[in-house]
């Protein structure tokens, strides 16, 4: 059963340090995304890859946060320095290229992050 | 105006009851919406997609109304695992992106 894996799944740590997030994606699928969930905001996407190439980052800060895919198994997040509204739910998606029923996404179980 | 807007409910539903809702996009260029279930402190699985024609999926059907640019989900027989949010989720043709609502709350009590 092919799944999307997140590290770590909890996180806590004091403002002003790093915060690194990794995710591997379901093999073979080449889209891979990177969304925030916080209580008021939602679900937001951050950034997306296609084919390790950064594709949209629109949503993400980009004076702290940075996204990349080092390889087609790995995708990382980094937010440096972090701060107290970081604080929320990070989750990792992959999903096949394509349309209609393609678009399907499948979501790791999430990293929660608390900023002190 | 947000891109995808929901009702957030909560929606308290008695048991084996039928509940129904609605969510409105704002892009009339959409092409793909989706119902994506989320379970308290897990993460969005996909619930259905939504086609043209409306689709059914056992005690769960999707509607979609380009003219008024809303997707409805109704969900008959309520059973006491119903019980979480649903998200709409709206993309463009033209790639992956998916826009998510803010998500409906479903309650089913005894």
């Known amino acids: 059963d092919a799944r999307v894996t997140q590290t770590p799944r909890d996180k806590v740590t004091e403002m002003g340090q790093e915060v690194t997030m990794r995710c591997q994606p379901i093999?073979?699928?080449?889209?891979v995304f990177w969304y925030r969930q916080t209580m008021m905001q939602g679900l937001e996407l951050l950034a997306y890859f296609r084919n390790r190439a950064p594709l949209d980052d629109s949503g993400m800060p980009k004076d702290r946060f940075s996204a990349e895919m080092p390889d087609a198994t790995l995708a990382t997040l980094k937010i440096q320095p972090s701060e107290p509204r970081d604080s929320a739910v990070y989750f990792c998606?992959?999903?096949?290229?394509?349309?209609?029923?393609?678009?399907?996404?499948?979501f790791g179980p999430g990293t929660r992050l608390t900023v002190l | 105006r947000k891109e995808v807007e929901q009702d957030p409910g909560p929606f308290n539903v008695p048991e084996g009851a039928t509940v129904a809702f609605n969510c409105t996009y704002s892009n009339s260029a959409s092409q793909s919406f989706f119902w994506y279930r989320q379970d308290c402190r897990k993460e969005p699985k996909l619930l259905m997609s939504?086609?043209?024609s409306g689709n059914e999926d056992g005690r769960f059907t999707a509607q979609l109304n380009r003219a008024s640019q809303y997707i409805s989900l109704l969900i008959r027989d309520s059973k006491l695992s119903d019980s979480a949010t649903y998200l709409c989720?709206?993309?463009?043709?033209?790639?992956?992106?998916?826009?998510f609502g803010g998500g409906t709350r479903v309650l089913v009590k005894p």
């Open positions: 093999l073979g699928h080449n889209t």
């Open positions: 989720v709206v993309t463009l043709a033209a790639g992956n992106k998916l826009t």
């Open positions: 939504v086609y043209s």
């Open positions: 998606a992959s999903g096949p290229t394509g349309t209609g029923i393609y678009n399907e996404q499948f």
